[in-house]
């Protein structure tokens, strides 16, 4: 069964002519009796009465409100689809890591708003691996994350390297680290730190880097805010591991502290085999060259898909256009937060 068939068929029925319905359809009446016959015959059983006038038959009246309702329903996806390439969606989903929500994206989305009045924007702060993970199920449209690349290395995504940052070490303003420049890696690993919940890709980073260097990881509280990064860290011994874009406002606060960190020298067992997590005994061991990625990318993600949709689309040029935080016109729309390194 055709579209064309049940077209032919309901144009027959409305006009009641074989013919007419060819004016109609600006088609040979021969196209149209062609039609219909076909649908007959997967239906099993005429459905006009061909006389002087075509009327239905029983079939071709129960077979009609069918007809119609498939009819109707094509011109419906098709309006939706039309309606969705014209770039009037209802809304646009966005997930992104918090430093990004609380910094980087106020420009983009008063542009996008005033580019796109009638599109709801929403906005969700997520962790990187959770913001990836909706991406994939189809919840949002556009994901603004620390780049994952065992979720990210598919041929259906797009990704967007924004920019990378370095790594830093936030405390108290006296704590025992507070002195230095750079904080030893040696030094660093000796204090318990306030980390990320699962699913963030923070988490993820400070826990491989720990095991790179076969250092254990003293998590002693798992925190989801930078707030609460913040109000725990200025309490005391505690310190945490953030990327440079998330201490922007610790920066003006005299309770915080930040320092870079010096990177450590990779360690593994002479017979080349990376010491277990678990491990912190460095006996019997060779250094080798030291690491040099203390630093994360940012990236924006999205499926190739989205991407022929007009406000997604004008939504990722406009991101392009205001991240990386260096850009110029990044600069003009934030200046009021001022982004200084103690290190």
Not at 116 to 128: A, D, F, N
Not at 151 to 167: D, H, M, R
Not at 189 to 194: C, F, G, K, L, N
Not at 303 to 322: A, C, G
Request: charged share 20%.
């Amino acid at each position: 069964m055709r579209l064309e068939q049940l077209q032919s068929f309901l144009c027959v029925a409305e006009t009641g002519s074989f013919q007419q319905a060819a004016l109609k359809c600006g088609v040979t009446q021969s196209t149209i009796s062609r039609q219909v016959q076909g649908l007959e015959a997967e239906l099993g059983l005429p459905l006009f009465h061909r006389t002087a006038q075509a009327k239905l038959t029983i079939g071709g009246e129960r077979f009609w409100p069918y007809a119609r309702k498939i009819c109707q329903t094509w011109d419906g996806a098709k309006e939706e689809l039309a309606t969705l390439l014209a770039g009037k969606q209802p809304e646009l989903c966005v997930a992104a890591i918090h430093s990004i929500c609380a910094s980087y994206l106020p420009p983009v989305l008063q542009k996008f708003c005033y580019a796109y009045p009638e599109v709801q924007l929403r906005v969700t702060s997520l962790g990187s691996d959770r913001a990836l993970k909706v991406l994939r199920d189809g919840l949002v449209d556009v994901a603004i994350v620390m780049n994952n690349r065992s979720f990210t290395a598919t041929g259906e995504l797009i990704v967007e390297s924004l920019y990378e940052e370095p790594i830093e070490v936030l405390m108290a303003h006296n704590h025992p680290l507070a002195k230095s420049t750079q904080v030893p890696w040696s030094e660093l690993v000796r204090y318990p730190q306030v980390v990320f919940k699962d699913g963030y890709g923070m988490r993820r980073w400070v826990q491989e880097k720990f095991n790179q260097t076969g250092a254990k990881l003293n998590a002693v509280l798992e925190l989801n805010t930078l707030d609460a990064f913040r109000g725990v860290v200025r309490q005391g011994q505690l310190i945490a591991l953030l990327p440079r874009s998330a201490l922007i406002e610790s920066r003006t606060d005299p309770t915080l502290t930040i320092c870079a960190i010096q990177p450590p020298e990779r360690r593994v067992h002479s017979t080349d085999s990376p010491l277990s997590p678990e491990s912190s005994n460095f006996s019997d061991v060779e250094k080798t060259p030291p690491d040099p990625a203390w630093s994360r990318e940012v990236v924006m993600v999205a499926t190739s898909d989205r991407m022929q949709i007009p406000p997604i689309e004008y939504f990722w040029k406009l991101v392009q256009e205001f991240i990386p935080p260096g850009s110029d016109r990044f600069r003009e729309q934030i200046g009021q937060f001022t982004v200084k390194s103690t290190s």
